[in-house]
């Protein structure tokens, strides 16, 4: 809406003769399109439990959680002017988005963190369509936990719903992890808590889709959807499963995938996955969305009603999503190599590191909030762990040395998965965010084609906080 009306306005102007003098930040009617950082509260438990003190996003009226749907169609540009009215500093990052660096909200190293009280204009190009997130990127464990992550879509150029094979619409499903005392408000003063950082992550008592208790969803018979889902959870994978709807995968983090059925979906912290679901053809059956917890506890997280007016679908099989041309070539043969090394953490741990600069062993990282480290460093902000000469292609084999598994982020650029513990991937997924288990070594590639410094880091925030965070340079 904001870039259409931009557009006409840009236009009139200039069949007047005149140069389009409209602030950058500005709707055709000259108000501001912003995205506020605030406090607000949600009902995150059932109707008639207490509601929750969150922080959240807003465009207009209060903050809601997830933050509004941002939508935009591929290669459209995204403009808000931050507000920041939470009592912290904050900042946001556009994840998944291969965004120009200065916008990437990756504070404190592509931005200084925005006071409360300031703003900050975020104005940048969306070039490939997918599902995609953004979040608080500063104190991100903290600032997550509390609710600052809404979804962004950027839609197809190209029409594929309601084509023969294709979805006839679809839902946008954020699933998160809340950790919630009994009057519902969030446990307060965890953030820091190193024993569980030295795990698997803070991980929730309370299950939200879309920032609801086990909400429901109609579907009509025979009914083909196609479901965003985005974990935006701080640390919890989630193993999905949609028992009695036949799913079938069509995108990762985004990026299109051949159409593969799928029993289950592991979604670690920030990936995303667009499944196709069939509705059963009968309107009787009510069917849940289960997450698997661990210890064998299925929980259920969201029902699907089947009921109304069967639909006729035509074509069976499911209608691959619209290929995706801007991605650069791999060219492996000149790659640079660079490995990643995960270390640390509750049972293994790590003989040392390099904090801040200083080589200490475990005892004394702990004792400074840090349990992991990548290549021997633990939260390595000052030095990049590497420079890419910008085109060229690096190939990074990240090798899980520690006792949990971990979802790796890159920012800026998509990588594509080649192999797991040397054995091809038979799927070569494009992802933004890859979960390497236990002992597991993963071979990713991509081409650095984005200048500037861009974050490396586990998306389990309080891994990420408690050491496994990076960067590097592309120029
Ligand atoms: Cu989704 Cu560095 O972040
Ligand atoms: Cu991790």
């Known amino acids: 809406m904001t870039s259409l009306s931009r557009r006409s306005f840009v236009t009139g ?34 109707e008639g439990f207490p509601r929750t003190d969150v922080w959240a996003y807003a465009q207009k009226g209060a903050g809601s959680v997830p933050g509004p749907e941002i939508r935009v169609k591929a290669g459209e540009r995204v403009t808000r002017r931050l507000l920041n009215e939470l009592p912290q500093s904050t900042a946001v990052h556009w994840h998944g988005i291969r965004i120009d660096n200065a916008m990437d909200g990756a504070a404190p190293l592509t931005q200084d963190p925005v006071p409360t009280g300031g703003t900050f204009d975020y104005d940048f190009v969306c070039p490939d369509p997918g599902t995609y997130w953004y979040h608080s990127h500063n104190r991100s464990r903290e600032q997550v936990a509390r609710g600052l992550a809404g979804p962004l879509i950027v839609e197809d150029v190209e029409p594929w719903l309601g084509l023969p ?28 808590d190193l024993h569980a950082a030295a795990h698997a992550g803070r991980m929730g008592n309370t299950g939200t889709v879309n920032g609801q208790s086990f909400p429901g969803f109609s579907l009509r018979p025979a009914e083909r959807v196609r479901l ?45 996955a667009d499944i196709v679901v069939d509705a059963p053809v009968t309107s009787t059956e ?9 210890r064998g506890n299925q929980v259920e997280f969201a029902s699907f009603n089947i009921e109304g007016e069967p639909v006729q679908r035509s074509g069976e099989d499911v209608r691959p999503l619209p290929s995706w041309k801007t ?31 200083e080589k200490m062993d475990f005892r004394e990282l702990t004792s400074r909030g840090m349990a992991w480290a990548f290549n021997g460093v633990a939260h390595g902000m000052g030095e990049p762990m590497f420079e890419a000469r910008l085109g060229r292609t690096v190939r990074m084999e990240v090798t899980n040395r520690s006792a949990f598994p971990h979802g790796i982020h890159v920012h800026g650029h998509h990588f594509t998965v080649l192999s ?34 861009w974050m490396i880091h586990c998306h389990m925030l309080s891994h990420q906080a408690s050491g496994m965070m990076g960067w590097f340079k592309v120029n």
Not at 168 to 189: A, P
Not at 337 to 350: D, K, S
């Open 420 to 453: 797991r513990n040397s054995v091809p991937d038979p799927h070569k997924d494009v992802r933004d965010t890859v979960l390497i288990q236990a002992d597991e070594t993963v071979e990713i590639a991509f081409v650095a084609d984005n200048p500037g410094k």
């Open 13 to 46: 102007l200039s069949a007047l003769g005149a140069a389009p003098l409209l602030p950058k930040h500005s709707h055709a009617d000259g108000t501001q399109a912003v995205l506020r950082a605030t406090t607000s509260t949600a009902q995150l438990t059932p």
């Open 165 to 192: 094979g294709a979805a006839t619409r679809e839902l946008t499903l954020v699933l998160d992890d809340w950790l919630l005392n009994e009057d519902g408000s969030i446990v307060e003063g965890r953030w820091d």
């Open 228 to 272: 965003r889902m985005i974990n935006v959870a701080t640390d919890r994978i989630m193993p999905i499963s949609l028992p009695g709807l036949s799913s079938t995968l069509v995108a990762l983090d985004g990026h299109p995938v051949a159409p593969r059925k799928l029993e289950v979906l592991e979604l670690a912290p920030a990936q995303r």
């Open 327 to 357: 991605l650069p070539t791999l060219d492996l043969a000149t790659a640079q190599n660079q490995p990643l090394l995960m270390e640390g953490g509750a049972m293994r741990g790590m003989v040392e590191a390099t904090y801040q600069g």
């Open 286 to 294: 009510m069917t849940n969305l289960v997450v698997d917890t661990g």
